[in-house]
């Protein structure tokens, strides 16, 4: 028999994830990866059974999506299991081990079908005292935040486990459905029609492109080959960037970005920029 499901309206953030699904087709773009290395003993079963009391506590990692005429929406199903997926990888090196778990969480989920919870564990030893565990999620279910508090979860359900007991963790008093519901109610009507408003007006004329001086064409087709490139500030800027941005009553971040702004508009020679950032 199969498990029941509730029928919820999709968030505004996951209707622009579920949008980008359809017009590029199934991807790893915006797969969340969390790795962690265990050592000592591993109780397998423990394991199992705490990701299936994480699983049931938290309805997002039960969801899966549909389309409902013209409107995507949250399918939360009653029950689910993600069974963990155990691989064996002994005596592997770093790069071995990067390029394995890499190659798992590349792998594309199916928004409609689910689960979009994937677990992987990665016994690393002939002696299984060493292990890799990989979570997967699609980011129309989880994000950035939301992995601490399912690690948090998961860890106390399995140390409970193995003394025998069961985690006492507190009683959820919402959960994201009732988010999607509420955000669905609140932002509609009028509401709606003037932050539209607001955007279509302050968004007119905008640029399509930030045209840098770049030593190579842009691709027709977005590739995501990206890189990041990090830099330490020194501890004396850091504090005058500090005051800075709380005398100008700012964030840091706030600060920073203002000033990247600035270099890409010297750089292009544009005075009017459009920039994503994540939030």
């Known amino acids: 028999m199969s ?42 079963d423990g394991l199992q059974r705490a990701v299936d009391a994480v699983v049931a506590r938290h309805e997002s990692l039960r969801t899966s999506f549909a389309r409902r005429g013209t409107e995507v929406v949250q399918r939360v199903a009653s029950e689910l299991q993600v069974p963990v997926q155990q691989l064996v990888l002994c005596d592997a090196g770093k790069e071995a081990l990067a390029s394995r778990l890499n190659e798992l969480a590349s792998a594309s989920f199916d928004l409609q079908q689910g689960p979009l919870l ?20 699609h980011h129309i279910v989880s994000d950035a935040w939301s992995a ?54 302050h ?30 500030l020194p501890a004396s800027l850091s504090a005058r960037l500090q005051a800075l941005a709380a005398a100008e009553g700012v964030t840091l971040y706030m600060l920073l970005f203002a000033a990247f702004n600035l270099l890409l508009a010297r750089w292009s020679g544009q005075s009017d920029l459009v920039l994503g950032t994540p939030i």
């Open 203 to 232: 968004l007119q004329g905008a640029p399509p492109l930030l045209e840098l001086p770049v030593d190579r064409p842009r691709p027709a087709v977005q590739s995501y080959r990206g890189n990041r490139l990090g830099r330490t």
């Open 148 to 201: 601490g508090v399912l690690y948090r979860d998961l860890a106390a359900c399995y140390s409970a486990f193995r003394r025998g007991t069961v985690a006492r963790l507190p009683e959820l008093p919402v959960q994201y459905a009732d988010f999607a519901v509420w955000q669905r109610d609140w932002l509609a009507g009028a509401e709606l029609e003037q932050q539209m408003a607001f955007w279509r007006d």
């Open 118 to 137: 994937r677990v992987h564990l990665l016994r690393l030893d002939a002696e299984a005292a060493e292990h890799a565990l990989l979570l997967v999620m």
């Open 3 to 44: 498990a029941a499901h509730y029928v919820f309206p999709a968030s505004f953030a996951q209707q622009r994830l579920w949008f980008l699904d359809q017009l590029e087709g199934a991807s790893a773009v915006y797969n969340l990866k969390m790795a962690l290395r265990l050592s000592g003993p591993l109780d397998l």
